[in-house]
């Protein structure tokens, strides 16, 4: 009696070899999901363990063909990077392309007789929509709570535009606003949620292609090292929508009637449905609240709330003296500083012809005391005692490259930057375009 609820279809042969494609392709590359969800989410060691052998897996596969089989002739960084455009990434890719084709032929030659794939494709369709999900609420979510774009730091405010790499354009674009990132964060988030239900799916699925392909082509357009994957994840909800695509024509391009569409359950048993049902609902409701909560203490601690470091801020050099000699603050001097910027994370020095040096200190707000050194091991130390007279100004004394100095700075307000106090504003008699 429940089977007729379903009818069967007669699948082409076509639509059937397509299907075994899509299937091992989908799987291969979402894996290692859910095996992949981090423990304090839920705390169960094997699926960890799955997860971290088929890894080990990818990670010995990937180099092997890139060397042996597409002849790359360097070696193939495995390390996560921060960036989705790895070479071994786009090798990652061709091998599911090839697993992918392969099974399919194997598949077929000893699959022949099946009519339709109509309870598989379902369950893929729970694989994909839960997959899809994660992503979609766990990137929402570092952008509800501004973690992805933080404000622009204080070097990028005193960094000549032109100077600025596409990405870094975006990156500052995006950090200026926080109702922005909530407004695209929430989108994403609430693209993830619809996700949860068969009979919401596919509005789901047309939010997260909304907000995706517009993702996807700032990572085109802005060489945002996140091509392949924003691309991977805009298509996964072009699949959830196929099933759909032409009763979707009919009812927004033909003005038409349509029925509603036959949901097929992932069960027969209509309590193993509930259950299902059940479990998905928890499932993303703790992936939303820990995503939330994991956004929030990473700005605590790494982001725009966490508590600003000693000496913080944009500190202009007035005057500049090494050695007994006072140097003008000429743009010809490449040895005069500048400006000295302590940022969250970082120092710097920048010299008179721009020029920025990345430097280690050490600091003891007691004794008064800087202690400077560059990256990399370059010979270049510096010591300083500092007195601030005012909490605008400091006076240092020591030495620079063994060579008795003395440095005079001010602090530079950077909320009086354009960029920090334009603000928002209801009417505007003309365009304030600078």
């Known amino acids: 009696m429940q089977e007729n609820l379903y009818p069967i279809a007669e699948w082409s042969l076509a639509k059937k070899i397509a299907f075994r494609f899509i299937f091992v392709y989908l799987v291969l590359y979402n894996l290692p999901f859910p095996c992949n969800i981090p423990l304090n989410v839920f705390p169960f060691t094997w699926l960890n363990m799955v997860g971290a052998l088929y890894q080990k897996l990818l990670l010995a596969m990937v180099p092997w063909v890139g060397k042996n089989i597409l002849q790359i002739d360097y070696s193939i960084n495995a390390a996560p990077t921060g960036s989705g455009d790895r070479t071994f990434d786009y090798v990652a890719v061709f091998c599911f392309l090839v697993l992918a084709t392969f099974s399919t032929v194997i598949w077929t030659l000893f699959d022949r007789k099946r009519t339709n794939y ?26 509800v709570i501004k973690v992805q774009f933080p404000n622009p730091s204080l070097s990028r405010l005193i960094e000549p535009f032109g100077e600025a790499s596409p990405m870094g354009l975006v990156w ?74 032409k009763r979707l024509y009919y009812l927004f391009i033909l003005n038409s009637k349509v029925e509603g569409a036959i949901l097929r359950p992932l069960f027969q048993n209509p309590w193993l449905n509930r259950g299902a049902a059940t479990l998905g609902i928890i499932f993303i409701s703790v992936i939303t609240i820990s995503s939330l909560l994991d956004s929030y203490g990473a700005r605590r601690s790494d982001g725009d709330l966490r508590q600003k470091p000693p000496l913080y801020g944009i500190w202009v050099v007035d005057e500049f003296e090494v050695d007994g000699e006072i140097k003008p603050p000429l743009i010809t001097d490449k040895t005069r500083w500048r400006r000295v910027i302590f940022d969250f994370s970082s120092v710097f020095v920048q010299n008179m012809d721009e020029k920025r040096d990345y430097i280690n200190y050490k600091i003891n707000m007691e004794k008064k005391t800087l202690e400077f050194n560059k990256y990399g091991g370059e010979e270049w130390k510096a010591n300083f005692s500092f007195q601030q007279p005012d909490i605008e100004t400091m006076i240092w004394q020591g030495k620079l490259n063994d060579k008795p100095a ?21 009417i505007n008699e003309y365009p304030y375009n600078r």
Not at 130 to 136: E, F, I
Not at 406 to 426: A, C, P, V, Y
């Open 172 to 245: 500052t674009f995006m950090g200026f606003s926080e109702p922005y990132n909530v407004f695209t964060g929430g989108a994403e988030v609430l693209g993830g949620i619809l996700l949860v239900a068969p009979q919401i799916t596919t509005l789901g699925a047309l939010v997260c292609i909304g907000v995706m392909s517009n993702v996807f082509m700032l990572n085109m357009s802005y060489d945002i090292p996140v091509k392949l994957y924003s691309f991977h994840l805009m298509m996964m909800a072009v699949f959830l929508v196929a099933p759909d695509l």
């Open 118 to 143: 109509d309870y598989l494709h379902t369950w893929l369709r729970a694989y994909v929509r839960y997959s899809l999900a994660s992503v979609m609420i766990g990137y929402g979510a570092y952008k």
């Open 406 to 426: 003395q440095i005079k700075l001010h602090r530079l307000d950077e909320t009086k930057f354009l960029l920090n106090s334009r603000g928002f504003n209801w």
